[in-house]
């Protein structure tokens, strides 16, 4: 069964930086593409960006300039995320793109000042 499992989230002021950690672990057919999605309180959960297995990436208008996704090896990815927004506040989730029916539990990010 395919496990993600985020890491690296926290509480920053506003025009802070964090970066989030993904592990996949199980059987994933390759190639494949990796990416982020995140939730905000009392909203649906939204794509964030991908990063193709052919290596170019994607990103939400909302993000573009500030976020930026990479694959550290095949079953690990990352999230540098600068110049943070309270409405980037939300709980951000890794998964494939298309998504895999199983999720993890999410790593909380909070902006705040």
């Known amino acids: 069964q395919v496990q993600f499992v985020e890491s690296g989230g926290g509480l920053v002021q506003p025009g802070g930086s964090l970066r989030l950690s993904c592990v996949i672990s199980?059987?994933?057919?390759?190639?494949?593409?990796m990416a982020w999605y995140r939730q905000a309180p009392g909203k649906q959960r939204e794509w964030v960006a991908t990063?193709?297995?052919?290596?170019?990436t994607y990103y939400a208008d909302s993000v573009k300039g500030r976020f930026t996704i990479a694959r550290d090896n095949a079953w690990k990815s990352s999230l540098q995320m600068s110049s943070l927004e309270p409405e980037d506040t939300a709980a951000y989730y890794c998964?494939?793109?298309?998504?895999?029916?199983?999720w993890g539990q999410g790593t909380q990010v909070t902006i705040t000042s």
């Open positions: 199980g059987y994933i057919s390759s190639p494949y593409n």
């Open positions: 990063l193709r297995a052919a290596g170019d």
């Open positions: 998964n494939t793109d298309p998504t895999y029916s199983t």
